[in-house]
């Protein structure tokens, strides 16, 4: 526990003196590195001062031995080396066309399956226009369009859903689609990845979210969500999207059936893709919640192991620039404590525009925030608050802003 009280002298320093605050985070480093006996922890601190990339049998040893102390002080090194106290967030709101489902994942509390699609709900483009220009001079940045895999909702109705959006609001970025809906909507059309996402690139599609990643280790993907697209289906369609000068995100579901190996390994498969493509903005690990679904039975993982996750994470994906905790899915406190430990991202106002993780039981039952209540929780953290767009574009310091629109 020593080392985060350093660590946090050293952020609350860094407001006064960068000189003074850089030479605090080169003793905490140092000192972290006296103070560990076990060699491979001790090698890894080497590399974190260094700057030097661990390898996956560091990753896991991380999991396997890596303290919370000791993760989240290089965790908050790695952050501060990179974005120092800057903060992101944006304005944004959620779309969710479906949630009937053609799959059906074990961790999903969200979908309904086509069998029974009475239940569940399917918007019309109309109706997912008009919830567009619910938001007609109101100074959003970003609309989030992701939901189930509805049979009849194919490429020409998305292509048109994009295109009338662009129309009505052309400042708007449009993130959409997740690879596992990408890849069924493709199947269906008998399109490529490369020529189904060039049409929809051209109607108004700028960039892909990252989920439906979950696990990629196929012994898991297999027990947790083995009807829908592969991992290697979903870095292909990523990997080509960025090909296309698209960026997307990625995520990794954590915290089920999985061992440290396939998240080490799911990381890697990561890491790899954006040495090759550099595509990534964001690692938005994703915490598997248990109300409703078929996985119910199993314990959730505990804020320690959350935490230590994030560490992990930016200690490992040193190509990854940013690193983002999604409130809606881990409480707004506890997305408040992982900006310790490697996160530099909080995502948006949200809007109360998902029912993704609310069904899952989490404890953001009605997912809203103001921007003024996003600036106060990175401001209680002694961070700085920054709007910025999907693409990470400075829209506004709010460091000294008291007044909000
Ligand atoms: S996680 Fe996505 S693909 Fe899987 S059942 Fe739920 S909505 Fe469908």
């Known amino acids: 526990m ?13 407001f006064n003196n960068c000189k003074f605050a850089k030479k605090v985070m080169s003793d905490t480093i140092n000192m972290l590195i006296d103070a560990t006996a076990d060699p491979i922890l001790k090698g890894i601190a080497e590399k974190v001062k260094h700057n030097t990339r661990i390898t996956d049998e560091e990753c896991l040893q991380l999991f396997e031995k ?14 501060e080396r990179l974005h120092g106290d800057v903060t992101y967030f944006n304005r944004n709101f959620h779309i969710e066309p479906t949630n009937v489902c053609v799959f059906s994942c074990k961790f999903c509390s ?76 493709f199947r269906k059309a008998k399109l490529s990845a490369e020529e189904g996402l060039q049409q929809l690139k051209a109607a108004g599609l700028q960039s892909l979210p990252g989920g439906g990643a979950e696990i990629f280790h196929p012994a898991i993907r297999e027990i947790i969500a083995g009807d829908k ?12 999207a960025h090909k296309l000068g698209m960026h997307s995100n990625a995520t990794m579901l954590y915290g089920h059936v999985e061992k440290f190996e396939h998240r080490v390994d799911h990381m890697s498969k990561l890491r ?26 199993l314990e959730e993982s505990t804020i320690t192991e959350d935490m230590r996750l994030y560490a992990i994470a930016r200690i490992y994906l040193d190509n990854f620039p940013h690193l983002k905790a999604y409130w809606p899915m881990l409480g707004r406190q506890n ?16 809007d109360d525009s998902t029912k993704i993780y609310s069904m899952a039981g989490s404890e953001e039952q009605t997912p809203t925030m103001s921007t003024e209540d996003l600036v ?30």
């Open 110 to 185: 969200y979908s309904m399956l086509y069998a029974h699609k009475e239940e569940g709900w399917e918007l019309s483009i109309d109706q997912m226009v008009d919830i567009v220009k619910s938001y007609d001079n109101k100074p959003i940045t970003e609309v989030h369009i992701v939901g189930g895999v509805h049979p009849k909702m194919n490429m020409a109705y998305f292509i048109e859903l994009i295109q009338k959006i662009r129309a009505h609001r052309p400042d708007l970025h449009i993130k959409a689609f997740t690879a596992v809906e990408l890849d069924y909507m």
């Open 335 to 350: 997305a408040q404590l992982t900006l310790s430990f490697g996160v530099n991202d909080i995502d948006g106002t949200i």
């Open 2 to 14: 020593e080392y985060l009280i350093s660590m946090t002298k050293t952020h609350d320093l860094k």
């Open 229 to 240: 697209v592969s991992g290697e289906g979903w870095l292909k369609i990523h990997e080509t």
């Open 66 to 79: 890596g303290e919370l102390s000791f993760v989240g002080t290089l965790a908050n090194i790695i952050r």
């Open 376 to 405: 106060n929780l990175i401001k209680q953290s002694k961070r700085k608050p920054i709007e910025r767009d999907t693409l990470y574009n400075v829209i506004t310091d709010y460091s000294e802003v008291t007044v909000f629109n």
């Open 272 to 297: 790899a893709l954006q040495d090759k493509t550099k595509g990534f903005n964001t690692f938005i690990p994703l915490k598997f919640r248990n109300a409703n679904n078929d996985m119910s039975y």
